[in-house]
């Protein structure tokens, strides 16, 4: 049971992010790697991997992020402030991704974030100058008035509440026919990730849940949650959907479930992708009985 | 083991936030409450209560944000642009936290935790225009380059490692004399909880650990983490401490640590507050063997 967009093989390596001399010579070095990106789309080579080249290849007026050592080769990614990321996957993009090795995606993840995160926050946001990149590409500074920024990850909570070997699965009205999904929303300031997990089930179907436990986490880059995935017990089965977040909720006994999942022809839902921890949640429920 | 800043009574009703009549409703109702501040201080009333007043106390060049209804009852807090929320805690909101329910603290938390938001949040860190609240105080809008921006919650890792009956704990050099507690960093982009607490503890300690599991998660309003607090099982116990995080790092065995969540005179160490998360991981971990 791995998450999609977990396991990649770098090493962060903090200590590159506070010593110039360090990173100087990261970028120095002759084996020093450079992710291949076709605008926001990674390149998928032979078994699923990531493509890289040489430092050499970075555009003039791009800046060096540091992603991490693997086996002591540094690797970076290009950032260009006139290149925006999309925050939503293409048809292109769901493509590469099932291509992509589930380590590799990590890695991708981990760069398409950063990237995300830095063509959105060119400026300080506590006095609106413009700020400029530091710590290997892992944060921004601003001279103006001493703020000092860094990437932003937004928790989600995303769960499935269960009913007496029932769970329900919820569909947005903008997804492909027949898909449905873990119910998902963000979590916010002042929030236990229980308390998110109560609130958003209630706020979207109007069921009420008691006991919350905690299954699995992953990284989803479009751009930069952290997804923590966890089942509640519901405490009745009358579904009153909001309209504004779902197009409709259905309960999903433990064979149909299991039967989406297996790709059965005529299922009664079509389930999200491997690499979405919802299918990871999903799996784990199915098996946990 | 409910932990601290968790336990709010009011009801965040999300729909206040997208509909401006029922948003006005709210600010005109005459049994509206505001939040009652010293600067950045809860008042404590009785039985460990937060203090409201009405909304006519409120400063005339104020915004209400709605936090939400408790028996029907909108509650607020003001936010004037020229106040700045402190992020670290002064020893008068310690005392003031140590004497406040964690229901209470739970609801002061979510308050904090946007004020602050909004305090350091003034332009678009996109284009550099000054925003404008909306959403009853839970966003903020750009005009000019027409981004949305939400509270932002960072998701921290804290973590007990253990081994063969002892747990890690490390100090900082700026806490108070004895004091040690769970080991903690900022989740990156790109990283699962669990790759988080490895990354972290090796970082901080030099020590590798295998399985991680979740115990319980708090907000931390300072200025607003989301705190997931796990327990890892450490493959060795060989500690080298990064001297920039940490002044030092222990092994303390479970009848150590028991006798200092007692407040034994002459325990090893002096714990962290109730309202920590470190303590209830403490305590779960003392009573779980």
Redesign the interface.
């Known amino acids: 049971m791995t998450?999609g967009?977990?396991?990649?093989p770098l090493d962060?390596a903090?200590r590159v992010r506070?010593d110039a001399d360090t990173f100087s010579a990261a970028k120095g070095d002759r084996r020093a790697q450079l992710l291949v990106l076709d605008g926001d789309l990674p390149r998928v080579g032979d078994e699923g991997r990531l493509v890289w080249t040489s430092l050499t290849e970075a555009p003039d007026d791009a800046v060096l992020l540091f992603l991490g050592y693997d086996e002591d080769k540094p690797h970076f990614v290009a950032f260009r402030s006139d290149e925006k990321m999309p925050a939503a996957r293409s048809p292109a993009l769901a493509d590469a991704l099932d291509r992509l090795r589930t380590g590799e995606a990590?890695?991708y993840?981990?760069?398409r974030?950063?990237l995300a995160?830095h063509a959105?926050?060119?400026?300080?946001?506590?006095?609106?100058?413009?700020t400029a990149i530091f710590r290997a590409g892992?944060g921004r500074t601003c001279a103006q008035c001493g703020?000092e920024?860094?990437?932003?990850?937004?928790?989600v909570v995303i769960m499935l509440a269960e009913h007496r070997g029932r769970v329900l699965l919820g569909r947005q009205a903008s997804w492909p026919a027949r898909r449905y999904s873990a119910l998902a929303g963000?979590?916010?300031?002042?929030?236990?990730?229980?308390?998110a997990v109560r609130?958003e089930i209630l706020?979207e179907t109007g069921v009420a849940v008691g006991p919350v436990r905690?299954v699995?986490?992953?990284?989803w880059?479009f751009p930069?949650q952290?997804m923590?995935a966890c089942i509640a017990e519901a405490t009745h089965d009358t579904i009153t959907i909001d309209p504004?977040e779902l197009e409709n909720a259905i309960w999903v006994p433990r064979g149909d479930v299991a039967a989406a999942l297996a790709g059965v022809e005529d299922s009664s839902f079509l389930p999200p992708p491997p690499y979405a921890i919802a299918r990871t949640l999903l799996d784990h429920w199915v098996n946990e009985a």
């Open positions: 998450p967009f977990t396991g990649s962060r903090d506070h990590a890695t993840a981990a760069a974030s950063l995160w959105r926050n060119g400026f300080c946001a506590n006095c609106s100058a413009a892992w703020a920024h860094f990437p932003r990850v937004d928790p963000f979590l916010e300031p002042g929030e236990a990730i229980e308390e609130r706020e905690y699995a986490s992953q990284p880059p930069a952290l923590i504004h």
